[in-house]
């Protein structure tokens, strides 16, 4: 069975290379199967169709970001806003990688907006476990989505290289962020930490 999840994750690998250095246009199941060194039967075995293939890098995209924000949480245990801090650390700290993995998923999913609904359960449940939290905090479930959105909005203009000028970049952006929601959280939500 090992021998088949290493099968996976060369395939998976070679479709990410070619993404980020080529752009998901590029991606055929020939170039993939090439790349990974595998047949096209042997990569049709795991992924049946172009499809397939790119919802299954979406998801090892999800489960990177998820897995950063699993290693951030208990740096925050027990501390207001715990989730909210895993969450935005967790989704803002890709590497320049990632972010160009990102932005080309996300032209792939532009071309084809289905994907995005094999992941949206998963980003939406985290979605819901903050503003649970929010509730059990006592902060309000609109602060804690308007801190949310703030989160994407920021990691998104990150992929798409459309940062906002004249606020002090990302680091000042991300003090401002951190800053609300110490306030909105309370002291302890520890928005000066790192």
């Given at each position: 069975m090992k021998d088949g999840a290493d099968t996976v994750d060369?395939?998976?690998?070679?479709?990410?290379?070619?993404?980020?250095?080529?752009?998901?246009?590029?991606?055929?199941?020939?170039?993939?199967?090439?790349?990974?060194g595998v047949s096209k039967g042997g990569l049709l075995y795991h992924f049946p169709s172009r499809r397939d293939?790119?919802?299954?890098?979406?998801?090892?995209?999800?489960?990177?970001?998820?897995?950063r924000v699993d290693r951030e949480r208990p740096a925050w245990f027990g501390r207001r806003g715990a989730e909210l801090q895993a969450t935005m650390r967790g989704?803002?700290?890709?590497?320049?990688?990632?972010r160009r993995s990102a932005h080309a998923l996300l032209a792939a999913v532009l071309h084809e907006p289905g994907l995005l609904s094999s992941v949206r359960p998963r980003i939406v449940q985290a979605t819901r476990r903050l503003l649970a939290e929010a509730r059990r905090q006592g902060v309000a479930p609109a602060r804690a989505a308007i801190l949310m959105l703030a989160i994407r909005g920021l990691w998104m203009s990150e992929i798409l290289r459309v940062g906002i000028g004249g606020v002090g970049g990302r680091a000042g952006i991300l003090k401002?962020?951190?800053?609300?929601?110490?306030?909105?959280?309370?002291?302890?939500?520890?928005?000066?930490?790192?």
């Open positions: 060369r395939i998976l690998d070679a479709g990410e290379w070619i993404v980020v250095r080529e752009g998901a246009a590029r991606l055929t199941l020939d170039a993939v199967a090439a790349r990974a293939l790119l919802r299954a890098l979406l998801h090892r995209f999800v489960d990177r970001a998820e897995q989704w803002l700290n890709q590497s320049p990688l990632e401002e962020l951190l800053a609300v929601a110490e306030e909105w959280y309370g002291a302890s939500a520890g928005g000066a930490r790192r």
